[in-house]
């Protein structure tokens, strides 16, 4: 069964720029410049039949392009004991508004979302048990922009998971239209 999400593809500017704050981080795996994107909504493994069915409704999502900026650090659990360091985008408004044209298609059509709870970020380490401190990092990089990006669409991966992290393949893109 397929595993599926929709997001947003990053530039690599701005790949390249918030993967500046990678360093030494007892229990931090980070994420590789292909690995970087902005989840809209996870569905996990699908069957196949419901792969047609999910582009059929991200086909018929209309949103006016807009602009988002990828700014500061935050992390998912405590910053002592880290789960997950992001990098921030904002403003949010627009992104939530996509985002939750896009969910409410997917879930009035019978699909359940893996991420219900949306908080816009960029994920860009993943942390084991035991991991050490982000918080010098996160305080280092707060007011920080790594660059900002017109976004034009969004499209639909296919994650596989691989020994050095999962490989996303973008199956199909959605322009933004009125």
Known sequence: MPRLFFGLEIPESIKTS???????????????EAQLHLTLAFLGE??????????DNARKVAHTPFELEAAGLGCFGKEESPKILWAG???EAELRGLQRTLAQRLINDG?????????????????????????????????????SWP??????????????GSVYTVLERYPLTT
């Not at 699909?111 to 996160?138: E, M, W, Y």
């Not at 669409?153 to 691989?162: I, M, Q, R, V, W």
């Open 18 to 32: 918030v993967l500046t704050v990678k360093t030494d981080i007892k229990g931090a795996r980070w994420q590789s």
């Open 111 to 147: 699909f359940t979302l893996q991420n219900p709870s949306f908080k816009p970020h960029i994920t860009l380490s993943r942390f084991r048990a035991g991991a050490g401190s982000v918080a010098g990092l996160i305080e280092h990089y707060q007011s920080t922009r790594f660059g």
């Open 151 to 164: 976004v034009q669409g969004f499209a639909l991966f296919e994650s596989n998971p691989s020994q050095s």
């Open 46 to 55: 699908v069957e196949s039949e419901q792969v047609t069915q999910a582009r």
């Open 89 to 91: 985008v904002s403003p």
